[in-house]
């Protein structure tokens, strides 16, 4: 997030685009929905009747996967209304001119009929962002989980820079980030072409840095994505694994290829709190200690460094991960392995890892974490990105065009299933949550939304499974009936083992980001035939 | 009985909680009230995020395949023989058909400790986590 999570209150306009906030960010909900009731104006784009949609000024309900064609329409509209913050596109930004150029050959009527959202409901939600001195964008993954994931949010770069609400309190580019650490991750470079703190691994100084401190080489070559790994297959490269708490097993998309690439390695470890369905497949399965059984940092979505605290000693025989992997790499012969603290090892983070440069525990022990970058043991945090010049220095407009999804409906299979997290109560492959009593009793099982027209037409009952088909792979699931999703498009989650959804989904993914495409998959929806 | 001030292990908000501890067994989870994100407010994951700490599927010792099915080891065979194993893998077909993944649900400093192991130790960039999906 460019912002902080509490600034969204005091936008003027909050624009959430493929954000289910209310369910799977609760508590940034509640920002965005304080703003509201302070007189904020809330546009949601969501091809889902979200919560949130349901509280919105305007809902632009778009076909799932023309998120760029429908940005595109506002930011033309915005031109056409003359809108545009001129003085910022003129200190801060470059090459407009090509962007304005292609948005005034755009034909608006072609762009109503691509996205199925009336001209004018554009032009609405148009004005009400550009009309504001101070708008927020919110978007999740159902913006980034497409072929052209990274166009999309090149479209919501262009939309932000084109009306100056970037570099303020009030207004900015918010990704949110779905797992509690999921920035943390990212920020350590646990992610193939970059060393910790976005440092790349082609850059001399930091390679340097980092080999004299570590007393070793560093690969230069960037290595493989998480999906080039676990989609390898029978052939692949990959031949040993170290899985660290994740479940591809679940969790990534055309499952079948998965499991086929984790059934040939020569090697799977896997270390996690509970026998995920990837542990069952492993040679060697470590217990881990759960959040509660260990100390460290996690960074959230506002790039709040906090502390989490030891609360009981491991159960069982667990260990912390930390432990594993110096135990591991003491055995590896890996130098600089024999940390004996959390805050040890945080010195060393913050000594090559200048976004971290003043991130200490003695620090960090006092108020509520620090937010990156926080550069020296003196800087007091960051809480909005970019205010007087962006990292590369002037932001870069860059033409984004409307291309379709991988698959799109035919007559073989004619809906569109979306796919993410379906439920308030559940999280993900559900490995914690489905061992949460209560948790479970409030939502059971998986559902697959469907729309009341094509229920009717389908005639089914009330719950009745259905079966639903993709050219990888089928499954059986309840329905619920209902108007969050439009006719032709079906929703579920992926909580649930008994119902394998990512058997169905397209692993098809962004070329440059390597995110899978879940948001668009084209399937059939059969009736469960009584033998 | 004590309060430990952690965060709660879900999603990116990163919510100050509150456990609430009695002989080594976490009872209750409840928010801070001047934390700047949970501000006196928890989701019902927050809620009930103590609940998943004492299940009884909690995996509670290293676990080896032999003959087929999944062993309880000692922590010294288990970790042995994953050593080995890796060291086997990069000697035979190169530290590059290696591949690790790291956990978006763990600490920073355990994801700095693995792609520190991934790349320093086993001497590959084949590291990646889940924030794509």
Redesign the interface.
Known sequence: MTN???ELQGADVLLVTGSNTTE?????A?NILEGVDRGAKLIVIDPRKTELARQAHVHLALRPGTDIALVNGIMRSIIDENLADDLFISMRTEQYEKLRDYLFRLNLDEIAAITGIGLSTIRKAAKIYARSSNAVICYCLGV??HTCGTDNVQAVANLAMLTGNIEKAYGGVDP??????????????????V??GYQG?DNIDARRRFQQV?N????Q???????E?THSGAEG??????????N?VL??PHLKRVETTLKQL??L?VS????TET??L???????A?????????????R??????????P????????H??????R???????D?TS?AE??E??SLLTPIYGGMHYDRLEEN?GLQWPCWNRDHPGTKFLHKHNFTRGKGQFTITRHREPAETVETKYPFTLVTGRGS??H?HTAT??R?????VR?YPEALLEINEKDSRALQLQPGEPVEVHSRRGSVRVKTVVTDRVQPGTVFTSFHFWEVPINQLTVDA?DSR????E?KVCSVNIKKVSHA | MRDVMTICNYCGCGCGVYLKVHNNTVIGSYPSRHHPISRGNLCSKGWHLHEFVHSSNRLTQPLLRKSGSLTPVSWEEALDYTAKALLTAKEQTGADSIGILSSAKCTNEENYLLQKLARAGLGTNNIDHCARL
């Open positions: 902080s999570i509490g799977t960010h609760p508590q940034i509640r980034t989980q949110l980030r779905g797992q509690n650490n999921v920035q943390g991750a990212c920020d350590m470079a646990a992610l193939p072409a060393l910790p691994l570590w070793c080489d560093i690969p070559t960037p290595g493989l994505s998480l999906t790994m490269d990959i031949r040993a694994m170290y899985i660290m708490g994740e591809p969790s990534d020569d090697f470890a996690d709190i509970f026998l542990a069952a492993a040679h060697v399965v470590f217990p881990a759960s959040f509660a059984e260990k100390g460290g940092t996690i960074t959230n979505s506002e709040r460094v906090q502390l989490c605290r030891k609360a009981i000693p159960i069982g025989k667990c260990r912390a991960d930390g594993i992997i110096m135990e591991l790499g055995r590896l012969n890996c130098p600089g392995m940390f959390n090892i945080m060393e983070i509520w308030y109560h999280y914690m949550t061992n949460s009593r209560r948790l409030e993914m980001s390597k995110c899978p879940f």
